[in-house]
Each structure stands twice: as C-alpha cells, then as structure tokens.
C-alpha cells in the first residue's frame, strides 16, 4: 500500500499543483498500459521527429485529435496494421479504455498521448505525418474562434504534414462543415478533395468507421454528418 500511495503521489503531483483530496482511480491506471499511454510531456517531446523510432518501422504515421475512448483509433489501427497511428486524449478514464482496447487487440501500431492538438509543434517533426483525423470537435458556437480547425491548425501542418498528406474532418455541425469549405478556399497548400453532406449516404460510407459519438447521434437523432477530406498540395 506505501508502495502505491507513492506512486498516487508522484502522478497527482505530475498532473496538478493543489493538495490532494481525491483523486481519480483512472489517473493511476495510466501506468498499467506503458506500451501504449504516453503522458509526461519530456518523453513525447524527446520523440519529436523520431515517432518511427518508437514505433520501430517506416511505416506512414497518422494522427487523430480526440481519441474519446478509443472505437476509431483501434479499428483504423486494425485495418491498417502497415500504417502507425497517434492518438491524443486529456481524459484519464478515456485514455485507459482506448488503450485496453488496443491491447485485447494485441495493436503494435498505435499509442495514445494526454496531449492538446493545439500543442502539434512541440512533439511532431518535420513533415513527420501523413494524415490527421478530426471527429466531430466542439463547434464552438458564438466562440468560434476557439475551434480546432481554423488557419492556425493549418499554419502547424505546414510543418509537420508531408505534402499529399490529408487532413480528415466529421462533424454534425452544418455550419461548421460549410465554414470549413470556405477556409480552405483561401488557404494556398491546400484543397478540398472530397466533401459530402450526408457521409453515410455517399460513396464513402462503407469504410466509414464510426465514432462512439457517431453511434450515438445516428442512434437518438435522425441528423446528416458531413465530411471533408483536405489535402496539402505543396
């Protein structure tokens, strides 16, 4: 028990800076999946530029922003086993799923991080990605300034996203969806290559791998998802 209070400890300390009270149960569980959860900042860092080092292959490197519990990531990465996918997630409890999931599977292509997207610079490298995954992000309704996707997200994959790398987007949101259709007009490395207003009707539904969000909206609500795929040209 002294044991484990220590390591309670020394991770509460990691993640916060105020006195312990209580603590979630999730937050130790992080260290019972050290193949596939990634949470002190200095080590994802020290991987900047050398993912393919962790990973152990050359294979193209793929990233999704918002992992939630992990459905997406551990599919794309069981479809795709010659191709390595980053996972970023801040929840304790999502993280722990995602990565169990991923090991039931026995997955060697995929790892999560408790990471913020906006922090892409500081542990991917040079033209390290080859695509990034964006599901249904918060729109930010009357603040949208603050979403994901905005010029500053692409001034970031002007460096880390090789050229003909594509950036992947869902999301229930009309006018997000359209919003984003007219950014990427004005941006000059990149282009819409594909769009639709009701995925699961068009050509790309039978690949489309549902998010948990996903099952849940199209389960309770009888509502259209968009969907653009935005590729960097130069």
């Known amino acids: 028990m002294e044991h484990k209070e220590k390591e ?15 603590y979630n149960p999730y937050m130790l569980r992080l260290l019972d999946f050290p193949d596939y ?3 002190k900042k200095k080590m994802m860092d ?9 990973f152990g292959n050359e294979n193209p490197i793929f990233l999704e922003i918002g992992t939630g519990s992990g459905n997406f990531t551990k599919e ?10 980053i996972g970023l997630e ?12 991923c090991q039931k599977e026995n997955l060697e292509n995929v790892v999560f991080l408790r990471r913020r997207g906006e922090e892409l610079l500081e542990f991917l490298g040079k033209d390290e990605l080859s695509g990034l995954y964006i599901n249904f992000p918060d729109p930010w309704e009357g603040n949208e300034k603050n979403r994901m996707i905005q010029e500053k997200l692409f001034l970031a994959l002007d460096s880390i996203l090789k050229v003909g790398g ?18 990427v007009k004005n941006l000059e490395n990149y282009q819409v290559i594909y769009h639709t207003a009701d995925l699961h009707q068009s050509e790309k539904a039978e690949n489309n791998i549902k998010t948990e969000f996903e099952h849940l909206f199209l389960h309770k609500h009888n509502k259209n998802i968009n969907y653009i795929e935005i590729q960097k040209v130069k």
């Open 46 to 54: 020290e991987y900047k530029g050398n993912w393919r080092e962790f």
């Open 8 to 22: 309670i400890e020394e991770l509460w300390s990691y993640f916060f800076k105020k006195p312990r009270n209580n």
């Open 90 to 101: 801040l929840r304790f409890k999502r993280l722990c799923l995602a990565a169990s999931k």
């Open 166 to 183: 594509i950036l992947f987007f869902k999301t229930d949101h009309d006018q997000y969806y359209q919003d984003v259709l007219d950014l």
């Open 37 to 39: 959860i990634l949470f």
């Open 76 to 85: 794309i990465a069981k479809r795709n086993p010659d191709q390595n996918f």
